[in-house]
């Protein structure tokens, strides 16, 4: 095997062995992330059933609950009978609306997970631009205009913008829908309008901090010696930001990408609360209130393990835009 060969294949085994690295870390992550969601949830408070029944439940009605909800087994037991029944698809029955787990999240999931990608793409497609023009406007009255905006997206909370863009577009100006889902059988069209002012409300803080980190994240990627000797050989300060310094500078940005979407996935309660939309935050809500032990454990258990995933899809990310990464790891 000649050299130009062996060069060929390094960078093909070094991706496989930091996949295989991360995949053993991400499994290791969500067992580790399920004890501790059980021990919490189950293990902790005592038993799960008087505690969902409260302090006046009777002893047989408390025991009718154990038995219906699989509880009379040690806690060995109840956890490997709860996390086989997670690998399955198999998420117990919610003790107040008396439906498999399953079908709630996936109705949930169907509002929740749209919401956060489109507040996603819109927290991405206005920031990414407006860094690009603080950094190369940088210390002018654009940066100027843009690093203030961006503090004031950061300080304002979302739900007060969410109430705003319900005044002037439900109510003043009645393009949009103030709340409600109508639901992906009325057709995408209602259902996504439905969906853009909490989009909206959930992406413009979102985009003040993404934008900011870019501008940073780029300004500093700017004094690096090979754009100072890019710009010695005839570029301008904008086509060097653009070709070399921008791919430099999403490292963190992926970073800030992926925290978002998990918290635009489990975060958004209150926005779904102000829209009335019936999404996985809503849900773990009134979950709560309601003391239903096996929709929170579920739920959250499957929050986590999206938070998780998304981690390991930016370490993935991270590795495509900066092969450094994979031969460091």
Known sequence: ???????????????????????????????????????????????????????????????ALRAELGLEGGPVDRYLAWAGGMLTGDFGVSYTYRTPVADLVADRLAVSGPLALLALALAAGLALPVGLLAAARRGRAADVAVMGATQIGISVPNFWFAMLLVLVFAVNWQVLPAGGFPGWQAGAGPALAAL?????????????????????????????????????????????????????????VLTILGMQFSFLLAGAIIIENVFYLPGLGRLVFQAITQRDLVVVESVVMLLVAAVILVTFLVDLAYAAVDPRLRHRA
């Open 196 to 252: 853009i002012l909490p989009a909206v409300a959930l992406a413009l803080p979102q985009a003040a901090i993404l934008a900011r980190v870019l501008r940073s994240a780029l300004i500093e990627t700017l004094g690096q010696d090979y754009i100072r000797t890019a710009r010695a050989k005839g570029l301008s300060r904008g086509q060097a930001l653009r070709r070399h310094a921008f791919r430099n500078a999403l490292i963190p």
């Open 1 to 63: 095997m000649g050299p130009s060969s062996l060069a060929a294949e390094i960078p093909g085994s070094d991706m496989i062995a930091y996949l295989a690295r991360r995949l053993v870390s991400l499994a290791l992550s969500l067992a580790a992330a399920s004890v501790a969601i059980f021990a919490v949830i189950e293990v902790i408070p005592g038993d799960p059933a008087a505690f969902m029944l409260g302090l006046n439940a009777s002893p047989e009605t408390v025991a």
